[in-house]
């Protein structure tokens, strides 16, 4: 790479914004690219500038920074976070009786959106030739019927008033243990993180017959994840002529700031340490091919 030694600590260090582009976005400093650095992958020396820090953290977020880390490793942490972090989620719906006017299609597409408060490291994986047990399934209930409320008033229009049971939430769905569940989880709340998820109205006569059954997976999205705190590096100070020839603006190129904000399935913390195991198994799977007779 043609560069003066003024310019080589900038492109190895920091992302410039420009008006109209980005510079220096992939990352340089491998083996024999700049002469005079060694940059030989090293790990005491990574040790030595990674660090995590924790700027906040509740039961439903965690802000941190990760520093000293590639753009990959930090992406694909972020993509694993995503996506690849297991979970409990509703699977399968079984709609015995249902007279509202929600469609069962839809109705079971509802339910599955509601996520559900157990911790999936505490079940194994369920395998689909097989019917479900205590040690992969959780099973669910909504059954509610709507009637009408003899206390009301004959000159009430007001629905809250005059039906019984008409407003259909996430709080009506009741944990059925399987098997030995209800000693195994005696301490456990299984159910709905949230009671308060509008699913159905009804009106007297309709009513919800439904059993569902949640299993571990991957692919539901258990947490948010958004890679900026406050500032959003605006470049609009460049579109001033007086200004743009005397402003640069970078950023740190192994400094990436994390908000992971959860569903309330697995704390945000948990959901983290969750993420690097991932990363190292999948780092560790790797490893094992490279050793495998079938690479040679």
């Known amino acids: 790479m043609a560069a003066t030694m003024k310019n080589v600590d900038e492109i190895r ?38 660090r995590i820090d924790v700027v906040h953290l509740d039961e439903s977020s965690m802000e941190f920074d990760m520093v000293g ?29 249902n007279t509202s006017i929600v469609q069962d299609e839809v109705l079971a597409h509802r339910l599955g959106l509601i996520p559900i408060k157990a911790d999936p490291r505490l079940f194994e994986y369920r395998n689909t030739e097989e019917e479900g047990s205590e040690i992969d399934t959780i099973q669910l209930q909504l059954k509610i019927k709507c009637s009408r409320n003899p206390r009301a008033s004959k000159d009430s229009s007001d629905p809250r008033e005059l039906y019984l049971n008409h407003m259909v ?27 308060d998820i509008l699913i159905a109205q009804l009106r007297p006569g309709q009513e919800l017959d439904i059993i569902m059954h949640c299993v571990k ?23 001033h002529d007086d200004l743009k020839n005397v402003v640069k603006l970078g950023r740190v190129r192994d400094h990436f700031i994390f908000t992971v904000e959860s569903t309330g399935i697995l704390a ?6 969750e993420a690097i195991k991932v990363l190292m198994a999948k780092c560790q799977r790797f490893l094992s091919e490279l050793d495998s007779p079938d690479m040679e």
């Not at 009506?172 to 456990?188: E, L, T």
């Not at 997976?217 to 579109?239: I, Y």
């Not at 945000?268 to 340490?273: A, K, N, Q, R």
């Open 13 to 50: 260090n920091r992302v410039i914004l420009g008006e109209f582009g980005v510079k220096n976005v992939h990352t340089t400093d491998y083996p024999g690219n700049y002469p005079g650095y060694d940059d030989t992958w090293d790990l005491e020396k990574f040790q030595k500038n990674f």
């Open 69 to 97: 880390i590639d753009a990959a490793i930090a992406n694909a942490f972020r993509r694993i976070l995503l996506a690849e972090v297991p979970t409990m989620a509703i699977e399968k719906v079984f709609i015995y009786n």
């Open 169 to 195: 939430y996430s709080r009506d769905i009741k944990w059925v243990p399987i098997g030995n569940q209800a000693d195994v989880f005696a301490d456990s709340s299984i159910g709905p993180v949230h009671d």
């Open 217 to 239: 997976g991957l692919g539901e999205k258990v947490a948010k994840v958004v890679n900026s705190r406050l500032d959003t590096c605006s470049r609009e100070v460049l579109r």
């Open 268 to 273: 945000p913390d948990v959901l983290v340490t």
